[in-house]
């Protein structure tokens, strides 16, 4: 019996395991089944992207080609009415010829910048009245010896923008259908780049032209405009841009401008020996792979499981709740910004002759605003102003949406701008009221903007996204420590808006060409009248007429917003150190220079890693340099400062606190950041109205900076009472137009000699 019992349990326990057996070859089986076909379906779903991504590609730079091929022949259709229009014109008469330019400047295509006329030896004149000779340019000799009109890039620096030029000639002939001369136009190489890669088929891949001299035409980035590349990867050195201009092929595998891995599309522009090209990113084409093999992975892995998560993804989806969490802002429930403007678009769309109103409005301070009262309660305060807003604008048929932080977005059709007018104030006044309950000032700033139709300035067809950047630069006119509610767009607003662009369109350039220049005012000690010191100060040449010469004031908020003030202050840097240097290798004498630390630097390690980088070059001892830094800064990353300060300490530097006093925290950071010298603002001294009182703060500032151990210097001293004053309250040093104002180098030397 127990022999027997023993056998069934052998059997019973043999079966189990045949069956476990069974089931792990079957699960294999599948599983070696699965593996196969997906390697299989994924192979084939490769070849198609590839397939596809190519045929894409190869369309795309086919259509560019022949968008180009369109434009210029429409470049050329003008020149040759040009050409009718002076056929009549003795070309060997210079009085001639420069009064039918003078009469005739704005006969030309709207890309043109000016107009040539020469005769048949390539002399003659722009349209400026400046000669030019253009016997030795491409253009000129194939147009005379083939009697074609020709394109060619440069080299030719236009008379007018001073810019690098493409020229287009065409010939004159009289109407015996002799030869009499050329008349030719110009155009920018950088307004023709910008018009170029506006001319978007599609959004995918990067666009570029090559010139019959390997250089970019046509690039995403103004800094390779004019300009050769050749690859640094060794992989593909050989791919450079006369590489593909002469290589004959249509497809390379190569890396683009910005080092990213891509394959390069190419096709000739018909009519030029010119090249353009599409770039796509290899990075996209791995990322669909990669998922593609993950996907497959996960398949063989948990099949089922699988299936059960993309069923209840694909319910997710479709489930209201994430429409909700895409169009709907979580805290508020208003639209998201990109919902508002494809709404406010679609209203736009519809009517060509109503009037329209969009605004922008945040919270005056409302950083501070969160700081003061909690995140919770700044978020109830968010969620009540959003209620409030929703219903006002559900009562005149008006849109809303919110932004990041605390940006609203309004729009709708108004029936006149008082009533408008109107209706802000209602809203204004009952979110004031609301928002009362958080026992905290709530102040509104708002930027508005008008479609107009029957007033000129407000009736120009614009997108919503335009509207929105209008209504954002107003709002950013309101001066923060004025209680000003609200702005209007308005035409001199445009032209200030278009001066930042002119600004920002040259500040690369103008820093590549040596365009920004360092001048020094000095620091004088008010115990015996001598130099000590002086600040370097960034002022903006610019070789540009519309922009001229700058001063801070006129760029530096500019290019703290676009973050170029970080480029700039090290150009400023090095352009010190090389000044010392050299004074120094003349057997000059010097003194210590500071120079400005902006808010920017927000990377304590980089900024200072960077700085002793570029001073260790020129072998400098760290006494002759201090670095100044804006209080306001110090208020807004104290952190940052205190291991900056720290830092530059280390290394033997000085470091001074600028504009003390403007800011709201001066008295409390003093423990915190630690300084040498406390620069005092100049409106400490220019905003006096009661002389006794001021010189009585002036002196508990100066007290202050003694008993701290601090060296003091007032900034603004302008005039010999002030300078008086100052010395009577033992402040160490000044810095003003009273004994300087700001030199350029050779001054600047000569004021050191004079005053050591």
């Not at 210079?94 to 043109?112: A, G, Q, R």
């Not at 840097?573 to 090389?578: G, I, L, N, R, S």
Request: hydrophobic share 40%; glycine share 6%.
């Amino acid at each position: 019996m127990g022999k027997l019992s023993s056998k069934k349990i052998y059997i019973h326990f043999s079966r189990q395991l045949a069956k476990y057996i069974c089931f792990g070859i079957s699960f294999i089986i599948i599983a070696i089944y699965l593996v196969v076909t997906a390697n299989k379906v994924l192979g084939i779903v490769k070849k198609n992207v590839e397939e596809s991504s190519n045929r894409s590609a190869e369309i795309l730079v086919h259509e560019y080609s022949l968008i180009l091929e369109q434009y210029f022949n429409g470049m050329f259709a003008e020149l040759k009415q040009i050409s009718h229009n002076i056929s009549d014109v003795d070309f060997e008469d210079e009085e001639k010829v420069l009064e039918w330019l003078k009469n005739n400047k704005t006969v030309v295509f709207n890309e043109f910048s000016s107009i040539i006329c020469c005769d048949i030896n390539g002399n003659g004149y722009v349209s400026n009245g400046r000669k030019i000779d253009l016997s030795k340019t491409e253009s000129f000799v194939l147009a005379k010896n083939e009697n074609k009109e020709r394109l060619s890039i440069g080299p030719l620096i236009s008379a007018e923008t001073e810019e690098l030029s493409l020229i287009f000639i065409q010939s004159v002939k009289d109407i015996n259908g002799n030869l009499k001369g050329f008349v030719g136009s110009s155009i920018s190489l950088d307004v023709l780049s910008k018009k170029l890669i506006q001319m978007k088929i599609e959004n995918d891949g990067r666009f570029f032209v090559i010139g019959d001299n390997g250089k970019f035409i046509c690039h995403q980035s103004e800094f390779f405009l004019g300009k050769e590349f050749t690859p640094k990867d060794s992989r593909y050195k050989k791919i450079s841009t006369n590489y593909l201009l002469t290589s004959g092929q249509s497809k390379f595998e190569s890396v683009s401008t910005d080092g990213e891995e891509v394959t390069i599309y190419t096709k000739p522009i018909l009519g030029t020996k010119w090249l353009c090209g599409v770039t796509v990113s290899k990075a996209q084409m791995l990322y669909i792979y990669r998922f593609l093999n993950s996907a497959f992975l996960q398949v063989v892995v948990i099949t089922i499981l699988l299936i059960v998560i993309l069923i209840t993804a694909s319910a997710i989806i479709l489930n209201s709740s994430f429409l909700n969490e895409i169009y709907y802002d979580e805290l508020t429930n208003l639209w998201k910004r990109a919902k508002f403007e494809k709404e406010s678009q679609k209203i736009l769309d519809k009517s060509s002759d109503d009037r329209f109103v969009v605004f922008e409005m945040d919270f005056r301070g409302f950083k501070f605003i969160n700081q003061g009262i909690g995140k919770k309660e700044a978020d109830d305060l968010l969620c009540t102003c959003a209620t409030i807003l929703l219903e006002e604008c559900k009562r005149v048929n008006f849109i809303c949406g919110r932004g990041y932080a605390d940006h609203f977005y309004v729009m709708g059709k108004i029936e006149s701008v008082p009533f408008f007018m109107e209706w802000l104030n209602v809203l204004v006044i009952n979110l004031e009221k609301e928002l009362e309950y958080f026992d905290i000032p709530s102040y509104f700033k708002i930027g508005i903007t008008f479609v107009l139709p029957d007033i000129t300035f407000y009736s120009e067809k614009k997108t919503i996204q335009e509207l929105i950047a209008e209504a954002t630069f107003a709002k950013g006119t309101i001066k923060e420590r004025v209680l000003q509610s609200y702005a209007i767009y308005s035409k001199k607003m445009r032209e200030q808006n278009e001066r930042v662009q002119r600004i920002e369109r040259n500040m690369l350039k103008a820093l590549s060409s040596g365009e920004f220049i360092v001048v020094y005012q000095p620091k004088i000690s008010l115990a015996d009248d001598k130099i000590k010191g002086a600040e370097a100060l960034v002022r903006w040449n610019s070789s540009n007429p519309s922009i001229g010469y700058l001063t801070p004031a006129d760029f530096m908020s500019i290019f703290e917003q676009n973050g170029f003030i970080i480029q700039l202050d090290f150009a400023v840097y090095e352009m010190v150190f090389k000044f010392l240097r050299r004074q120094l290798d003349l057997g000059n004498p010097v003194v210590p220079i500071s120079v400005n630390m902006s808010r920017n630097h927000s990377n304590p390690d980089k900024f200072v890693n960077e700085f002793i980088s570029k001073f260790e070059k020129y072998d400098l001892p760290p006494s002759l340099i201090e670095v100044e830094i804006l209080e306001r800064a110090a208020e807004e990353s104290m952190f940052n400062l205190v291991a900056v300060t720290e830092k530059l300490h280390a290394y033997g530097f000085s470091v001074a606190m600028d504009d003390f006093g403007s800011g709201q925290s001066s008295l409390s950071m003093l423990d915190e950041v630690p300084i040498d010298v406390l620069k005092f603002d100049q409106n400490f001294l220019r905003n006096s109205k009661n002389c006794e009182e001021h010189d009585k703060m002036i002196n508990i500032l100066i007290n202050l900076g003694k008993q701290l151990n601090k060296k003091t210097l007032f900034e603004g001293v302008e005039t010999q009472e002030q300078r008086d004053m100052l010395k009577e309250l033992n402040c160490d040093q000044v810095q003003g137009y009273f004994y300087s104002k700001p030199l350029d180098e050779a001054d600047f030397v000569d004021f050191v000699k004079e005053h050591l």
